[in-house]
């Protein structure tokens, strides 16, 4: 199992990576105490395709902890009534949700490696594109179960 590489967050209107390599700047991990303490809040629910993997790496390797997590595969099966769609990333899902074809809308030579330092700038449009879509598959599908 690797480590996590970064940390993607977005509410709909902004969008936040954090890179695995912030937490090696120290070993006392109090500086990054507001990050730990709002996914540990109860009323914020953090949604994904793999969340709950990367999720248990960022426990495992660093000791952070999420409260309210929910993969978003199983939840579109649930929602849509499509048992097929628990196993479908977020491109088969922006499209069944949202209408959304992201291939539009991503970087075509990016290289998927989120642990080198500083992010090329293909490689955080393609974070942000992923975060957002999860986002906004999330709420739809939460508004909807």
């Known amino acids: 199992m690797s480590q996590c590489a970064s940390i ?5 209107h902004s969008c936040l990576i954090i890179q695995q390599n912030l937490f090696h ?6 500086f990054i105490k507001p990050l730990l303490n709002f996914l540990s809040m109860p009323d914020y629910t953090f949604v994904g395709v793999g969340i709950k993997s990367n ?3 960022l426990e495992k ?11 978003l595969g199983p939840l579109a099966a649930t929602v849509m009534f499509d048992p097929l769609l628990s196993y479908c990333g977020v491109d088969e899902l922006a499209f069944a949700v949202d209408s959304l074809d992201l291939q539009v809308h991503r970087p075509v030579t990016a ?15 393609l974070a942000i594109v992923n975060v957002y879509s999860y986002y906004k598959i999330g709420s739809k599908l939460l508004r909807r179960h």
């Open 8 to 12: 993607q967050l977005c509410d709909g």
């Open 25 to 30: 700047w120290s070993r006392d991990l109090s």
């Open 55 to 57: 999720l248990a790496k």
């Open 61 to 71: 390797y660093y000791g952070i902890g999420c409260r309210n997590s929910v993969e």
């Open 111 to 125: 290289v998927y490696d989120y642990s080198c330092s500083p992010l090329s700038k293909e490689l955080a449009k």
